[in-house]
């Protein structure tokens, strides 16, 4: 993608994944009217994931927010996929570092956002389709290393969401289960869709919460 940032002959630059698609016919209109303000340097929206073979079966819907300062802080980035920005933005404060194999585009939004504090705004619309199976986001493994990889620390306290373990074969669970072990974190905590072979393999382990409704951390 940084050669096609060199090769973009526009004013105006947004990434789309070659399997994903824009909304409707209506988003790059609404990127174009956002960046008639000459003091906007970048522009975001709404992204829904969808399954993999079906645009129209919504898995996932991803609201953004505007931002404010302590957003990243707290883990919040704009959906990348939505993410537009003057061509001089690039020029000036690079594009994507590649040192960073799962995790550059975060590292680019926190970057431009956190570091060189470019103007951007949030545009309250979905902009992206994105469809399931993106190697980032295809396990709980690589969600972690991408973690790590981009805060630049190797300890992990807590684990907790839904590790999407109900359907998997009991070898595959029993080997992220001696991966979970290995982060050796305070809290493990496998919610909804993480299964009962995963938690039932997990429960002798100190670190281990069975998640129900109502269950509270306290971090």
């Not at 698609?21 to 340097?41: P, Q, R």
């Not at 404060?93 to 060189?116: H, N, P, Q, T, W």
Request: hydrophobic share 40%.
């Amino acid at each position: 993608m940084n050669k096609g940032f060199s090769l973009a002959s526009g004013d105006i630059i947004g990434t789309l994944n070659s399997d994903d698609v824009y909304a409707d016919n209506k988003v790059l209109e609404n990127v174009a009217n956002a960046f008639t303000d000459k003091s906007v340097d970048a522009c975001y929206g709404d992204l829904v994931y969808v399954e993999k073979y079906n645009l129209y079966k919504n898995v996932r819907y991803w609201k953004s927010c505007e931002y404010k300062d302590g957003l990243l802080q707290k883990g919040w980035l704009p959906p990348h996929p939505t993410f537009f920005a003057r061509k001089s933005v690039y020029e000036n404060f690079g594009g994507f570092d590649l040192d960073y194999d799962l995790a550059a585009d975060s590292e680019l939004m926190v970057r431009l956002i956190g570091k060189y504090k470019i103007n951007l705004i949030y545009i309250p619309k979905l902009f992206v389709k994105m469809r399931l199976g993106g190697v980032t986001n295809k396990s709980i493994k690589n969600i972690i290393k991408h973690g790590q990889k981009i805060i630049d620390e190797d300890k992990i306290y807590a684990v907790i969401g839904g590790f999407h373990e109900e359907w998997n074969p009991f070898e595959v669970v029993k080997e992220k289960v001696k991966f979970f072990e290995s982060l050796k974190p305070e809290i493990i905590c496998g919610m909804h869709c993480t299964g009962f072979t995963f938690n039932k393999l997990m429960s002798d382990h100190p670190a281990h919460t069975l998640g129900i409704v109502g269950t509270e951390f306290h971090l």
